[in-house]
Structures are given as C-alpha cells and as structure tokens.
C-alpha cells in the first residue's frame, strides 16, 4: 500500500503547479507541544482526517472549520491536516481553511518525497510537515529538515521501526520524532511500539506517540513509557463531542 501511494504521488507530481504565497502567522510545534508537556503532562496533536487506507470513508461530511475550532476549544496544541487526496480524501485547500480558523501550528500529513512539496506547504501556511523514515533516506531526512527549516518550518521526522531510528539516528538527531504505533504496511497498531522505541531515542528529542490512542488509558500507557506528546486521529474525527472528551484523554497523563 505506501508503494502504491508513493507511486501515485510521483505520478499526480508530474502536473505539479506551486500554490501563490499568503501571508499567515507562524507557530511553533515543538514550543506548543514542549509548554503542553509541562502543564498538562502530554502535548496533542489532534487531526483532521476524512478516510485512510485501513478505514476507507468514517468522517465524509465532515465540518473542518467548526472540528478545527472544537479542537482547539478543547485544548488541542496543534492540528494536523491530511492533505493527500487519492487515499485521505485530503486537500491542500483544508489546511489553508484550517490555519485561518485557529490559532495553533498546523502540521502538514502527507507523503513528502519532493523539495517542491516543501516550498508548497510553506506557501498553503503550514507551520511543520511530516517526514516518513519509511519512504525517505536518513540523509533525504536531513535535507529536507534543512529546506523546511530555510521556509521557516519544523519537520516532525515519524519512524515505526528500530532499524529506521538507527539508520535515522546515524545521520540527524531530529528535535521531533514520532513513533508511529501503526505498521504502515498491514495497519495494525500496538502501543508497545512507543514503549519499545522511546528508549531508543536521543534525550533532546520530543517524541510524539502517533496512531491508535483512543482512551484515557491509552494516553497513561504512552505518557509512562516517556512520550511528551501523542497525534490523534480517528478517536477525535469520529466523536461527537471534542470539546469535551480532549480534557478527558489529556487526564490520562496525570494518572500515568
Ligand atoms: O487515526 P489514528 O489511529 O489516531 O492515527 C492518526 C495518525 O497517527 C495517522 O493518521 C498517521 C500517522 N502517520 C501517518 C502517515 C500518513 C498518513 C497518516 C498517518
């Protein structure tokens, strides 16, 4: 499936057009995070996501603006936008509508594997972009983190294995680093995969607990094994109610 998806974005990058640049506030991720980690003992990055491969289509009809703002109402630190749009039924139009509802930085979810894809999200606004270790050479990594950081971005540089945090780690120590606790090949998500890699990371970095959190447990097993801060996506898109149930997750840091 990630070949398949690359495969499709060096396709749909043949037309690429870059986006005319606006003027936006930036914020910063680590800083939000990093100030959410001290106050409410874990940062979260909620996240705007109408489908994905594993799922299919949960959240169609859904209302980003009035989700954004729910988001950041219930104490969401950053929002994160899907902007694929073959396999995510994203936009680079959500994340300009997002940045303009909110106050928060915004990061970009796609699948970057291009410079121009770089000077593009810094043009749509965004305040950090998301580097897959599984599709991108460390060295690629540390490129890109370098051209993202000239457009004024942070890189949140996600990895699922050990071999890809060593080989990673060989090349560039990222301030950001996100354990993704879904195997992107057979979707199936395990929160010892935070367990297991947090050891494994430098200790400047702020690692970032990414996919299957659902509970106020989830949130207590991720904050005990070291993360500062965690991506959520379905358990938020699908709630009735986020202004309400994002308190409540944040709590399982306290019991943790
Ligand atoms: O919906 P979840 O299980 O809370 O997961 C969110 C997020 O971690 C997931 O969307 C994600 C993590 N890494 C990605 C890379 C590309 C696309 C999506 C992702």
Do not use: C, W
């Amino acid at each position: 499936m990630l070949e398949e998806i690359v495969n499709r974005k060096k396709t749909d990058l043949k037309f690429f057009q870059m986006p005319r640049q606006e003027y936006v506030p930036h914020y910063s991720l680590q800083k939000s995070l990093a100030f959410a980690g001290i106050h409410d003992g874990i940062g979260l990055i909620a996240e705007i996501k109408r489908a994905s491969p594993s799922k299919g289509e949960f959240a169609s009809d859904l209302d980003i603006i009035s989700r954004a703002k729910a988001y950041e109402a219930g104490g969401a630190d950053a929002i994160s936008v899907l902007t694929d749009q073959p396999y995510f039924q994203g936009a680079l139009t959500d994340l300009i509508t997002v940045k303009k509802a909110v106050g928060l930085p915004v990061l970009r979810k796609d699948f970057i594997i291009d410079e121009r894809q770089i000077e593009e999200s810094a043009r749509i606004g965004a305040d950090a972009i998301l580097l897959i270790a599984s599709i991108l050479e460390p060295n690629q990594i540390l490129e890109f983190s370098k051209l993202a950081k000239n457009y004024g971005l942070e890189s949140l540089v996600e990895v699922h294995t050990k071999n890809e945090l060593d080989r990673l780690l060989d090349v560039y120590e990222p301030p950001l680093i996100g354990i993704n606790n879904r195997n992107l090949k057979t979707f199936k998500t395990d929160l010892n995969q935070t367990i297991e890699l947090f050891s494994h990371v430098p200790e400047q970095s702020l690692v970032i607990s990414e996919s299957g959190i659902h509970t106020a447990e989830d949130v207590s097993t991720i904050t005990r094994a070291g993360a500062k801060a965690m991506l959520m996506g379905e358990r938020l898109v699908t709630d009735g109610d986020p202004e309400t149930v994002i308190p409540e997750l944040k709590k399982g840091a306290q019991l943790a």
